[in-house]
């Protein structure tokens, strides 16, 4: 059974930094791109960073630009997400997802690309 599981949330001051992390197990993503997708009370879930298989590539969105790094550590099967500097409009639940194979980068914002995803974690800001 595959399983994506998300930890690192929680309650942080604006300004601050958080690291989330995503364990995967049952299978190995290590060929296919695994992404952080995050959706706020009362809005659609959206695309935030993405990794391909290998790590050499990567996607985020404007709204986190300069602020957030995706990576991951495929020995370990595990993604993560290094925000910094917080802002109020961060808060969400940040929901990994991976690929099960091989995709063009053009098609790791859509999440319809990934096949799994895990149970979310809540991030909040304090101001």
């Known amino acids: 059974q595959v399983q994506l599981v998300e930890s690192g949330g929680g309650l942080v001051q604006a300004g601050g930094s958080l690291r989330l992390s995503c364990a995967a197990s049952g299978r190995t993503f290590s060929s296919a791109a695994m992404g952080w997708f995050r959706q706020a009370p009362g809005k659609e879930r959206e695309f935030v960073e993405a990794?391909?298989?290998?790590?050499?590539?990567?996607y985020y969105a404007d709204s986190v630009r300069g602020r957030s790094t995706v990576s991951r550590d495929n020995a370990k099967n595990t993604l993560y997400l290094q925000m910094n500097s917080l802002k109020p409009e961060d808060p969400a639940v940040y929901y990994c997802a991976a690929q099960t194979s091989y995709s063009a980068g053009s098609l790791y914002r859509r999440e319809s690309s990934y096949a799994y995803w895990g149970q979310g974690t809540q991030v909040t800001v304090s101001t």
């Open positions: 990794i391909s298989g290998s790590g050499g590539t990567t």
